[in-house]
């Protein structure tokens, strides 16, 4: 049987690893890209020891030059793109008055555009035998927030994008959903990323601020970045063989409240 296909954004990120080596594991061939070269060399030097089918490219979501540049990589390298993975955003953790357009700017291009360019640019070649695109949410897919508008407008931007890709593409049995996880300890609420900056007043390394997130979730423990792949794995299935344009939630319950 040949072996599917998945291409990745955010690679180098813990959701994009995470999701690198799922698949990898249920024989699918990986394709990782990553605006940052370094960090995505070494990830792929690292998965590449165990997992022979693996390649990578530079991608930066918001050039669509660049989309198309590593779309024909995939495909000279593995011949098809069965599953997308919209993963990159960003975030700036500033209210409307301090949140500047360069900042609204930014967000929206990586979080929102990115995933729109990714959508035009691999269905061209999903449309010939199907696929499935996976767009990453978060609480702020289905809760307001006045932490950061731009985060909120990009994220519940994606249900837009999500519902209209899955209606345009369904006939070509493209199908399009979203997985929106809740807290996941990972660098993007942790460290002080360009993408998404943190200081002792946001980071999760500041006790009171883990304390806080972890107060908010019901199930009493913050999620994994391997919840979320398994979450991606099943929306990729034949088990979800007719779920298209849906929001999937994986939060621990956090926002029931
Ligand atoms: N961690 C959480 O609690 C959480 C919760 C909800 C949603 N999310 C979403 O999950 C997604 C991934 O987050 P993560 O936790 O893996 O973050 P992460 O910080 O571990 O990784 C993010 C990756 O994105 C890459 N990136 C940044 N700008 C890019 C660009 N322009 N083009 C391509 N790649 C770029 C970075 O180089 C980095 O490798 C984001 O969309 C985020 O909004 C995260």
Known sequence: MTK??????AAAGAMGKSQAIRFAKNDYKVFLTDVDKNKLKKIES???????????????????????????????????VDVLCNNAGANYRTGFDDQS????????????????LGIKAVVKTMKKKGGVIINLGSLATVKGSDSSPGYSAQKMGLIGLTKSAALAYAKYKIRCNIVSPGHVDTPFIRSNNEYSPNDWS??????????NRLNKIPLGKFLTPDDISKTVLFLCSENASM????????DGGAALS
Request: hydrophobic share 35%; aromatic share 10%.
């Open 4 to 9: 599917k296909v998945i291409f990745i954004t």
């Open 101 to 116: 357009i360069e900042m609204w700017e930014k967000i929206i291009s990586i979080g929102l555009t990115g995933a729109f």
């Open 202 to 211: 946001t980071s999760i390394d500041n006790p009171k601020n883990y304390q």
């Open 46 to 80: 690292e998965l590449k020891t165990k997992y022979p089918d693996i390649s990578s490219d530079h991608l930066d979501v918001r050039s669509e030059e660049l989309w198309k540049k590593s779309i024909d990589k995939c495909l000279s390298e593995f011949g098809y």
């Open 243 to 250: 779920i298209t344009g849906e929001n999937l939630l994986v």
